[in-house]
């Protein structure tokens, strides 16, 4: 697990609301505190979205989502706080599995996860991992952490590695 501190937060909140940056991501769920308190899950409404709009796991993509997180958001005023927990799609989850140094198999990872978190004027990325069986092996959580950061760093996020 890594946490990175953005310093271009303005350009990031461009990505993260009116670009297609995280669109293919799902999302586990977000929570904005502002206006109101927001919270959303990425669990579809019964019978609202088609079985290809829904990942296997059960969760809508965060391009569905966007416009309804951005209309929340805009505003005069900026929110106290937000987090995104928005997750990497099963299908690329298992292709990242195999391609990565792990001896970890698709079965054994329930997913791979980025925490955008804005608070107190500040705004970071955390990456995190859950695993359905316990190992010593963290190859995986390495070569996502490194995958998180160079995604970011393409898309022009300005970085700073927190401890």
């Known amino acids: 697990m890594k946490s990175f501190k953005i310093r271009n937060v303005k350009e990031v909140m461009a990505h993260l609301l009116m670009k297609d940056t995280f669109d293919k991501f799902l999302v586990s769920e977000v929570k904005i505190l502002g206006k ?26 965060y391009g569905s989502l966007r416009e309804i997180c951005f209309d929340i958001i805009k505003g005069d005023k ?39 978190r804005f608070k107190d004027r500040d705004l970071s990325v955390t990456t995190g991992s859950s695993l359905r069986i316990f190992t010593m092996d963290k190859s995986l959580n390495a070569a996502w952490d490194k995958w998180v950061e160079n995604y970011l760093m393409e898309h022009g996020f300005d970085l700073d590695e927190q401890v």
């Open 36 to 61: 109101a308190n927001f919270h959303v899950t990425g669990i579809p409404a019964e019978g609202f979205f088609s079985e290809e709009e829904v990942d296997e796991s059960g969760y809508v993509t």
């Open 78 to 116: 900026t929110p106290d706080s937000f987090t995104f927990m928005l997750l990497l799609p099963r299908e690329k989850l298992e292709g990242f599995i195999e391609s990565s140094d792990s001896t970890l198999q698709p079965n054994d990872v329930d997913n791979l996860s980025m925490l955008i």
